[in-house]
């Protein structure tokens, strides 16, 4: 009994993950599976980022939450991905550690953006308690000298969970 349990809980634990899967198994080259819009890459968030933004134009805010949600979860998902890759190439090849930090900057800003349109979302949906997490998450991965970041905090501040403005200004772009 213990065994079968063991061996349960081993196919669980080591199960793919539909996505994974699919872009682990794919045997085409990398640039050709980075185009395709069913792989797990950025080009996937930003696809559902597009969707969720049609869905909310359209009106259906629950859509386009889903969508949002997805967005934000692949994102995180992407992020952490990158990080482990990129740590466990530290002192064996400098390129790949450099390629996984640009990626994850990129999925960090992906990240941000996906909060930032949950959090306007749920705003209209009058559910601000469900957006402050989002919004202080999104000053916390730009900081708050970020054009994200003040927007987040300025939303922050509209919603009243925050009572002091931020009136820093732009970063110059030397």
């Given amino acids: ?31 050709a599976t980075a185009s395709s819009g069913d792989t797990f890459n950025l080009s996937s968030v930003q696809a559902l980022l597009a969707q969720g933004d049609a869905q909310a134009a359209s009106g259906d805010l629950s859509g386009a939450i889903a969508s949002y949600d997805k967005a934000r979860n692949a994102a995180r998902s992407l992020l952490s991905f990158y990080r482990d890759l990129g740590g466990a190439f530290r002192g064996l090849d400098a390129r790949i550690p450099r390629a996984m930090d640009a990626k994850g900057r990129e999925a960090i800003e992906a ?64």
């Fill in 1 to 31: 009994m213990r065994r079968l349990l063991l061996t349960a809980s081993l196919a669980l634990a080591f199960a793919p993950v539909p996505a994974l899967a699919q872009a682990a198994t794919a045997s085409a080259p990398a640039a």
């Fill in 111 to 174: 990240l941000a953006s996906a909060n930032l349109r949950l959090a306007a979302a749920y705003r209209r949906q009058s559910q601000s308690e469900v957006a402050v997490p989002l919004l202080v998450e999104v000053v916390k991965l730009m900081t708050p000298a970020s054009a994200d970041g003040r927007k987040a905090y300025q939303q922050l501040l509209e919603v009243g969970f925050v009572s002091i403005p931020y009136n820093a200004p732009a970063p110059s772009s030397n």
